[in-house]
């Protein structure tokens, strides 16, 4: 099941199954959502339905809904990490890493994080975990920076990055 809902940062994709949330995706204009559902429809075997009264949206969305409003700090969804592909590589155990040790409110460089996951010089293969998240905001690879103070990438466009990591009160919110 799969819907749309309007945030701070632009409309959010979010598509679950009865294991978990499988997807979120930023920017979710038309163009945007018919290559995310191609995507599911290719890495699930079936196409996604919309049905945004779905049960088994209603809770990712009322955590959104309740991150954006700065009145959770802490996702507790069960989630379907599908969308990453194969068993259990590299890539998830760092974002499962991330969501479990870099809380609200703090960041981790690169190589911070590959440090936690026992490879201390894999920081460019952790910005390509970082790149392959599903379940960004979720799983918040926004959270992720450069060991030099730089912001790093972000698949969702460094504003939006700088826009989570305000709400987080990381970064100032902007003047205007």
């Not at 701070?8 to 979120?24: F, M, R, S, W």
């Not at 990381?170 to 205007?176: A, H, I, M």
């Amino acid at each position: 099941m799969w819907t749309v809902v309007r945030t701070d940062i632009g409309p959010l994709l979010l598509a679950a199954t009865e294991v978990g949330l499988v997807n979120v995706v930023f920017h979710a204009s038309e163009r945007v959502r018919g290559k995310a559902l191609e995507r599911l429809a290719g890495r699930l075997g079936i196409p996604p339905v919309h049905e945004p009264a779905s049960p088994l949206l209603a809770e990712p969305l009322r955590q959104l809904t309740a991150y954006f409003a700065g009145e959770l700090h802490d996702f507790s969804l069960p989630l379907d990490w599908r969308m990453l592909g194969g068993a259990r590589g590299f890539n998830r155990q760092v974002l499962e890493a991330l969501a479990a040790d870099v809380p609200f409110g703090s960041v981790a460089g690169y190589g911070d994080l590959a440090s936690r996951v026992g490879w201390p010089r894999a920081a460019q293969a952790v910005g390509i975990a970082m790149g392959s998240n599903p379940l960004p905001v979720v799983v918040p690879c926004h959270r992720v920076v450069e060991s030099d103070g730089g912001i790093g990438g972000f698949g969702g466009g460094l504003e939006t990055k700088r826009q989570l990591l305000a709400l987080e009160g990381v970064l100032p919110q902007p003047l205007f």
